[in-house]
Nanobody, 121 residues
Framework: QVQVVESGGGLVQAGGSLRLSCAAS????????MAWYRQAPGKQREVVAA???????NYADSVKGRFAISRDNVKNTVYLQMNSLKPEDTAVYYC???????????????WGQGTQVTVSS
């Protein structure tokens, strides 16, 4: 069984910073991409940042220069450092891990339960 658990959300004023953490644990053979998504009320879920196991990163245009993704491959953990936060960054942030549980199983996407980030103006 695999668990993906996020932490670090909260309430912050505009211009402030938050750091989110996400750990994948359980019966894991290997992890490929780990990513952060967010979903604001009334909007579709969107990818914020992603990082492959070899360190390749991608960011949504709206967060480039403000957010930074990093990961610890040994701990199967990914982080999202969010700086210069804006009210429009308010959303539930979800972690996703693309992983496989054995060498012969295909990679599948596993989601965390989400953590609320609220940025006040």
């Amino acid at each position: 069984q695999v668990q993906v658990v996020e932490s670090g959300g909260g309430l912050v004023q505009a211009g402030g910073s938050l750091r989110l953490s996400c750990a994948a644990s359980g019966s894991i053979f290997s992890v490929n991409t780990m990513a952060w998504y967010r979903q604001a009320p009334g909007k579709q879920r969107e990818v914020v940042a992603a990082m492959t196991s070899d360190g390749t990163t991608n960011y949504a245009d709206s967060v480039k220069g403000r957010f930074a993704i990093s990961r610890d491959n040994v701990k199967n953990t990914v982080y999202l450092q969010m700086n210069s936060l804006k009210p429009e960054d308010t959303a539930v942030y979800y972690c996703a891990a693309v992983l496989r549980i054995t060498a012969t199983r295909p990679y599948s996407n596993y989601w965390g339960q989400g953590t609320q980030v609220t940025v006040s103006s």
